[in-house]
C-alpha cells in the first residue's frame, strides 16, 4: 500500500454530538488567522543564527514496500497511523466543547430598554490588550458611556465563555474596560471653553489600520461639533467605495473615536498644542455657510483640506499590502512624528513667549505642508 492511497478516516468514526449542542467557535478562532487572535511576527534574524536546510533525498523511501519483507510496517507514511493506535482522541478538535445550556444571565424590561434608547449616545473606543494561555489576544470596542443595561462584568462574563477563557482573563478584561471608561469620563465630562464658544471645531485626522496584511491610511477633515455625521456612517461609506472588507467598518470608526478623544485630551491638557486651529477658526468656521457675493471665491472658505500646491493629495484613502514587519515600522515612524511634532509645538509656544516679550513676528505650524510659519 503506498502513501497516496491512504485516505482520511470516515466521518463516522469521529465522535459526534447532537446538532446545536456543541460549539467551535473558540478553537476556530485561535487556529484561523483573525484580527482577535493575531499570530506573533516572526523576529528577523542574521543569516549566521539560521538553520542550513538539508536538501538531500532519503533513499530510504525510494522503493516501494513489499509486504514479504521482515522490516515492513504498513503504518510507515500514514499520516492516520497515530489516530488508529493511541487511544487519547482530543474531542475538541472535532465538534469543541458543548455549547452552553444556561438561560441567560439577565433579561430587560421593554421599559428599561426604552429608557436605554433614550439616552444620547457617547460612543468612546477602548483597546483590550491581553494574553489568554499563551496566545495574545487584540480587541477594539466602541463602548457607549450612557448604557445603562450591559455592564463590563456581562460583556467579560459572555465574552469568556463564547471564547472559552479562564476566569482570571475576566477579571483581567472587566478590569481594562473599567479603567479605561473612567479615563474617558473625565476627559469628556471636563468643559473646554473653545468648544463651548464655536458652532464648528474643524480637526485634521490620520487613521491607519491593519486588518492582516491590509494597511488602510487615510488624513480626513472632521468637525467635532457635529453629531449628524457619525463615525459609523463614514466607515460604511468608505468600505463601499473602495470594496474594503467588513471588519474594516468597526476599525476605521474605533480610529476615529480614538483620534478625537486624543484632540480633546490635548485641548485639555495643552490648549497650546494644536493653536493652528484656534487661530484660524472663524474663518473656517463659515465653510459650510451659504457664500457671499464678495467672498465667493476665497481661498479661505474652502476648509482645512483646500492645498493649491498638492490638490488636496493627502486627503485620499491609501491601501496596500504589508508584511507583519513593514507595519510595525510604518506605526513605529507615525508614533515618532507625534512625538516630534509635540516637541516642536512646545517648543515654538517657548519660543512665542519670549517672542512676545521682544514684539517679535509669531508663527504657526502648517499641518498641510509639514513646516513653521511667520503670521
Known amino acids: 500500500m503506498s502513501s497516496g492511497d491512504i485516505t482520511a478516516p470516515p466521518v463516522t468514526d469521529r465522535p459526534l454530538l447532537p446538532q446545536g449542542l456543541s460549539t467551535s467557535l473558540s478553537v476556530r478562532l485561535k487556529n484561523t488567522?483573525?484580527?482577535?487572535?493575531?499570530?506573533?511576527?516572526?523576529?528577523?534574524?542574521?543569516?549566521?543564527?539560521?538553520?542550513?536546510?538539508?536538501?538531500?533525498?532519503?533513499?530510504?523511501?525510494?522503493?516501494?514496500?513489499?509486504?514479504?519483507?521482515?522490516?515492513?510496517?504498513?503504518d510507515r507514511g500514514n499520516m492516520y497511523g497515530k489516530y488508529y493506535n493511541s487511544q487519547e482522541v482530543n474531542l475538541?478538535?472535532?465538534?469543541?466543547?458543548?455549547?452552553?445550556?444556561?438561560?441567560?444571565?439577565?433579561?430587560?424590561?421593554?421599559?428599561?430598554?426604552?429608557?436605554?434608547?433614550?439616552?444620547?449616545?457617547e460612543n468612546v473606543a477602548l483597546r483590550i490588550k491581553m494574553d489568554v494561555n499563551g496566545a495574545p489576544m487584540r480587541d477594539l470596542l466602541i463602548w457607549n458611556l450612557n448604557e445603562t443595561l450591559v455592564t463590563p462584568?456581562?460583556?467579560?462574563?459572555?465574552?469568556?465563555?463564547?471564547?472559552?477563557?479562564?476566569?482570571?482573563?475576566?477579571?483581567?478584561?472587566?478590569?481594562?474596560?473599567e479603567e479605561q471608561l473612567k479615563s474617558c469620563r473625565e476627559i469628556l465630562g471636563t468643559p473646554i471653553p473653545i468648544l463651548q464658544q464655536q458652532k464648528e471645531f474643524h480637526v485634521i485626522l490620520?487613521?491607519?489600520i491593519n486588518l492582516g496584511e491590509q494597511f488602510y491610511s487615510d488624513r480626513i477633515e472632521w468637525d467635532m461639533l457635529n453629531k449628524t455625521v457619525t463615525p459609523e456612517m463614514f466607515a460604511e461609506s468608505v468600505v463601499k467605495d473602495i470594496c474594503l472588507p467588513r471588519e474594516f467598518i468597526n476599525a476605521i470608526a474605533f480610529s476615529i473615536y480614538d483620534e478625537l478623544l486624543k484632540v480633546r485630551k490635548?485641548?485639555?491638557?495643552?490648549?497650546?498644542?494644536?493653536?493652528?486651529?484656534?487661530?484660524?477658526?472663524p474663518l473656517y468656521n463659515y465653510t459650510y455657510q451659504p457664500p457671499t457675493v464678495e467672498g465667493f471665491a476665497m481661498a479661505e472658505l474652502q476648509g482645512l483640506r483646500h492645498d493649491r500646491r498638492?490638490?488636496?493629495?493627502?486627503?485620499?484613502?491609501?491601501?496596500?499590502n504589508l508584511t507583519e514587519w513593514e507595519i510595525e515600522r510604518r506605526e513605529t515612524e507615525k508614533d515618532r512624528n507625534m512625538r516630534r511634532r509635540k516637541r516642536e509645538t512646545l517648543r515654538k509656544v517657548?519660543?512665542?513667549?519670549?517672542?512676545?516679550?521682544?514684539?517679535?513676528?509669531?508663527r504657526r505650524y502648517d499641518e498641510l505642508e509639514g513646516t513653521w510659519k511667520n503670521v
Open 206 to 208: 490620520d487613521l491607519s
Open 266 to 281: 490635548d485641548l485639555i491638557e495643552n490648549p497650546q498644542q494644536i493653536p493652528q486651529y484656534t487661530e484660524s477658526l
Open 33 to 74: 488567522a483573525n484580527a482577535l487572535f493575531p499570530t506573533s511576527s516572526t523576529a528577523r534574524g542574521s543569516k549566521r543564527s539560521t538553520t542550513r536546510i538539508n536538501y538531500a533525498e532519503d533513499f530510504d523511501y525510494d522503493f516501494e514496500d513489499d509486504e514479504e519483507d521482515e522490516d515492513y510496517d504498513g
Open 153 to 177: 462584568e456581562m460583556f467579560a462574563s459572555t465574552m469568556c465563555e463564547e471564547l472559552d477563557m479562564p476566569k482570571s482573563a475576566e477579571n483581567q478584561l472587566v478590569s481594562q474596560i
Open 310 to 320: 498638492k490638490y488636496g493629495e493627502e486627503f485620499c484613502p491609501k491601501l496596500e
Open 92 to 121: 475538541s478538535k472535532y465538534q469543541g466543547k458543548q455549547a452552553p445550556t444556561e438561560d441567560p444571565k439577565a433579561v430587560f424590561t421593554e421599559f428599561q430598554m426604552l429608557s436605554n434608547m433614550a439616552m444620547p449616545e
Open 350 to 362: 517657548v519660543s512665542g513667549t519670549a517672542l512676545n516679550r521682544d514684539h517679535g513676528p509669531k
